[in-house]
């Protein structure tokens, strides 16, 4: 044993090592992906990444009727994605234990919306862990996988936001030992799910159930913290924590399984409080359970929605009172949004995109970006592989030069992710739109995670490349054509020419991510602008790259400069400027 | 319930916040304490806002600090130091760098870098102190070292084992690195004496 002071995310990769897992498999997604960057540290299990989670989650099952033990890990939306294998695993249940840890994200630090995935645990009938700190993100993993074989169902590890991203001490232990061998064992009355069978396999789901209920009562996961006082309080995951902080004084049970709930253990302590309450994030998940036993409860009448709770939050929805801060800023501050990095290959198409006047379903990803300011050239963005869809919808209702100005946009990994399957819909029923896809060889929103077409795999292993190109060929478009997103006026035209193009089109940028470690070595020389040149014009301004900077009170009108330590010679602006200001660095 | 001791790192994404409050997390927890520490990942690589936070006691409930109970706001920039302010309690200290870093719409000509934000921010947290760390970590030999110089001016201002700082960094800083981010958490340690 030692003491470590480790993420949720990380505690749950050893969890699972400590656990025995021999298969871990994911898409990367935040707040999950450092779940399987973790693991794959770990020599025994065999860690990969998936095109998407519905492959990540149908490769882990197989694992698991193998005998093995597998994880499987991704963000609420991804849960979305591998919704259909999901809600019949519960009903063939699991030989090796089944994990599916997934990460929610309240306050949309880095997502499109803001679902609570514990309404997964009841809409499938899954039983659904929650830790409320990386110890627990750790025990609870060991123990989720020893309750998925006790109970023959595969089991959820939900974490926040704030779960997977804190990091606290962690006591972890040794890995455990004797799990059986993976093999091969026909069960086809349990593994084949077919309507005679799953028939007979829902009454097992619903009595397994009933069991981990009952048996859930008497576990130490779920806690009854006594303290004085009349005042009760029901909470889970990192909202036990602001209770902890803002009721003190308060007796509480701590639910450790979410899903599903112990009524006799909640029942119980519910009777001997005449101030009770439900203190949850996101949905009233357990509040309304508990208001169906009957039981009255504070809950969602102060508590918001929407949006993550804080100690702050908590303390003024329960004292109905705001509170007042020490120290304020008077003056209006600028904002410090994120932005794409100088010399992301993106920044040019986005530019060429906005010149076009193009109408952009776009798509999740650093690209995304491309709707800030000034940019500003990105019209619709759902979810993952929408522009491809969106775009054959609009081109389908809509005529003349507005038909012609729809382009999705697409990153490589989302293309691969749940875009293709959009361009097969392209092609077989009649679209002209056209798709770019900004092709940057990783998963760069993530933090640059391999994908099938990057050429390695997750431990960095080189492995056969998907050739995009040839990909968007065979599923039947005609004209497929790569650009150099470094050339803005190449960029354009290509654009422009397929956009005007009466059949499916498809221009793929190629440049890779200015961060792939691999590719150090596009780096160039940085630039530099001649004041003397420079006529204030802000032509350059109009990418948005941080790397240039505008000084409003040199010359007179004021001029651009450009900030050494960001820049890396990408050359974008040299491209927008009328009066040839920018050169290299000398001796840079 | 037993002091916790509020610790709010804030700056932009790519300054190294998140190296900084690595190791301030491991020293308290060498030091005996109870740590949890938060961040926000996935936007921050980009440019973009950035805080931490840093808890330790007895025994830390919330992972994150609560809203105006800030003991020490620890600003890696003047913008991103003066808009946490709200989150400091009264009579909480600043320490921060001087270093103006402009946000896109600033950048663009679109908005103005706010004026005298040193001069801001030492009007109304008496306990308030600028350091330069720029310039320690070019004195240390290496101006990616800025963080690790800020953090020697935080070291001042906790009561922990100069030991106890070392081994945490050599634990987590590159080798090739190490002597430089030692020199340079000993400048800031200086300068804020």
């Not at chain 2, 800020?150 to 081994?167: F, M, R, S, V, Y």
């Not at chain 2, 800083?173 to 800031?188: D, H, I, R």
């Amino acid at each position: 044993m030692s003491k470590e002071i480790l993420s949720g995310n990380e505690a749950i990769a050893r969890g699972a090592y400590e656990a025995g897992v021999k298969v871990a498999v994911a898409y990367p997604g935040t707040p999950s992906t450092e779940i399987l960057e973790n693991t794959a540290n770990y020599p025994s299990m065999d860690s990969s990444w998936a095109p998407n989670e519905k492959v990540a989650l149908e490769v882990g099952i197989g694992a698991c009727f193998g005998g093995a033990r597998s994880l499987v890990a991704m963000k609420h939306v991804g849960l979305n994605v591998a919704a259909d294998p999901l809600f019949t695993l519960s009903y063939t249940g699991v030989r090796g234990g089944l994990v599916l840890a997934v990460a929610d994200d309240p306050e949309l630090h880095s997502s499109q919306n803001e679902q609570d995935s514990r309404h997964y645990a009841r809409a499938a009938k899954m039983p659904m862990f929650e830790p409320s700190d990386s110890q627990e993100a750790l025990t609870y993993t060991r123990l989720a996988f020893e309750a998925s074989e006790q109970f023959d169902t595969p089991i959820f590890l939900r974490t926040t936001t704030r779960i997977a991203h804190s990091k606290s001490i962690v006591e972890t232990g040794e890995p455990v030992t004797g799990l059986p061998e993976p093999s091969l064992e026909r069960d086809p009355a349990k593994f084949v799910m077919l309507p005679g069978n799953a028939r007979k396999r829902h009454y097992v789901v619903e009595e397994q159930l009933e069991k981990m209920a009952e048996w859930s009562c008497s576990q130490s996961f779920n806690q009854i913290e006594e303290r004085d006082g009349d005042v009760g309080v029901i909470t889970a995951g990192v909202s036990y924590q602001y209770a902890r902080e803002v009721l003190p004084e308060a007796s509480v049970l701590k639910l450790g399984l979410v899903y599903p709930l112990p009524k006799t253990l909640i029942a119980d302590f519910a009777k001997r409080f005449k101030t009770l309450y439900v203190i949850e994030e996101l949905e009233p998940f357990i509040e309304d359970q508990v208001r169906a036993m009957g039981i009255t409860v504070i809950g969602k009448d102060c508590l918001p929605i929407c949006g993550e709770l804080t100690p702050g939050r908590v303390r003024s929805a329960i004292s109905g009172k705001e509170m007042v801060p020490a120290y304020t800023t008077e003056i209006t501050l600028p904002n410090r949004p994120p932005n794409m990095c100088p010399g992301c290959p993106h920044r040019g198409v986005f530019y060429a995109l906005k010149r076009l006047k193009a109408f952009v379903t776009g798509d999740i990803g650093c690209y995304t970006l491309g709707f800030m300011p000034p940019l500003s050239a990105m019209d619709t963005c759902v979810c993952m592989g929408a522009s491809v869809g969106n775009a054959t919808g609009l081109n389908k209702v809509l005529k003349g030069a507005d038909k012609q100005k729809v382009v999705g946009v697409i990153g490589d990994s989302t293309f691969q992710h749940s875009g293709i399957n959009g361009l097969m819909d392209m092609v077989y029923n009649g679209s002209t739109a056209t798709l770019v896809i900004l092709d940057n060889s990783i998963t760069a929103m993530t933090g640059r995670q391999e994908n099938p077409a990057s050429g390695f795999t997750l431990a960095g292993v080189e492995s056969p490349c998907i050739d995009l190109e040839q990909l968007c060929r065979s599923v039947g478009v005609k004209h497929v054509r790569k650009v150099n997103p470094w050339n803005l006026e190449e960029t354009r035209l290509a654009i422009k020419e397929e956009m005007e193009r009466e059949e499916p089109s498809v221009v793929i940028t190629e440049a890779p991510c200015i961060l792939i470690k691999r590719d150090v070595g596009q780096r160039k020389t940085p630039l530099e602008i001649d004041p003397d040149k420079c006529t204030g014009c802000k032509a350059c301004l109009k990418i948005g790259c941080p790397a240039i900077e505008w000084q409003p009170d040199a010359g007179e009108r004021g001029k651009a400069v450009v900030n050494e330590l960001l820049c890396v010679g990408c050359g974008i602006c040299d491209q927008l400027c009328a009066f040839d200001a920018y050169r290299e660095v000398k001796n840079g | 319930m037993a002091k916790v001791t509020n610790i709010l790192l804030a700056g932009v994404g790519g300054q190294g916040i998140l190296l900084a409050s690595e190791v301030l997390s491991e020293v308290l927890m060498l030091a005996g304490y109870d740590v949890k520490k938060n961040e926000i990942h996935g936007m921050s690589q980009r440019g973009g806002s950035v805080s931490s936070h840093v808890r330790f006691g007895e025994k830390v409930y919330s992972p994150i600090i609560p809203e105006g109970e800030a003991d020490m706001l620890f600003g890696f920039e003047l913008l991103e130091t003066y808009r946490n302010l709200p989150f400091l309690k009264k009579g909480g200290q600043v320490i921060v760098n001087r270093l103006q870093l402009m946000p896109p719409s600033v950048a663009t000509g679109m908005e103005r870098y706010p004026e005298n934000l040193e001069q801001l921010i030492a009007d109304q947290v008496s306990d308030s102190q600028v350091v330069d760390g720029l310039e320690l970590a070019i004195e240390a030999g290496n101006a990616r070292t800025v963080n690790i110089a800020l953090l020697g001016a935080l070291a001042n201002k906790l009561d922990i084992e100069q030991n106890l700082w070392i081994q945490a960094m050599e634990k987590m800083v590159p080798a090739k690195f190490l002597s430089q981010n030692l020199k340079a958490f000993e400048l800031g340690r200086q300068a804020a004496n």
